[in-house]
């Protein structure tokens, strides 16, 4: 029950109050890149959160079975990324041949993945605080699924603004900005939950 209740808060606090995007400004290009339409937004979500979990996954394994049994664990940025590279052009092709239109609204952002430093940030991470494959997983679930909700409240948010007046200054990316900026402190309110 222990194991269970210790998940279940590693889940909710990587996911609200250690929110990759809110919290710790990682993967902010697609955060920001992405987040015009609910529908994009939510894709690009659930691209990440497939990415993260299995990168998590292969990541843990490789780091465990691998990098320290033969003491290299030096080379485990280099060995992550290759993992993270993989994933993505295996989910590239898969919304290339099953869900076009999304690929295609995606564009340079689903490639970006590749980049993304949350993705890197949460195997990197895991191999840090020494979670094992089953807790590595966890934190890269809650992780991504922080950013989906992220992701998806900002573009929300944006669909909404498209037909409010924002005075000139403010228009376009000083809006966004100021708009995530808001949405941080309103996340920092989660702090205290854990």
């Known amino acids: 029950m222990e194991n269970i209740k210790d998940m279940l808060l590693l889940l909710v606090g990587s996911s609200l109050v250690s929110n990759v995007v809110l919290s710790q400004f990682l993967g902010l290009c697609p955060f ?13 979500g659930t691209a990440v959160i497939f ?5 998590s996954a292969v990541a843990g394994l490789l780091y465990k079975f691998i990098l320290i049994p033969l003491n290299i664990t030096y ?9 993270i590279a993989a994933l993505v052009q295996f989910v ?20 970006l993945i590749t980049t ?20 590595g997983i966890i934190n890269g679930i809650g ?13 929300g948010i944006r669909e909404k603004m ?33």
Request: with cysteine.
């Open 92 to 111: 590239e092709m898969f919304l290339r041949k099953m869900i076009p239109s999304l690929y295609q609204a995606l564009g340079v952002y689903l490639p």
């Open 162 to 194: 498209e037909y409010t007046k924002v005075p000139g200054p403010f228009k376009g990316m000083p809006i966004v900005l100021l708009t995530a900026g808001l949405m941080a402190i309103a996340f920092w309110g989660f702090s205290g939950l854990l």
């Open 116 to 135: 993304n430093c949350a993705v890197l940030g949460v195997a990197v991470s895991n191999a840090q605080k020494n979670y094992g494959v089953g807790k």
């Open 143 to 155: 992780t991504a699924v922080g950013f989906t909700v992220a992701i998806v409240i900002l573009a």
């Open 51 to 55: 990415v993260i979990t299995l990168a």
């Open 75 to 83: 080379l485990q940025t280099i060995v992550f990324i290759l993992v």
């Open 32 to 44: 920001l890149g992405v987040s015009r339409k609910i529908k994009t937004a939510a894709g690009m």
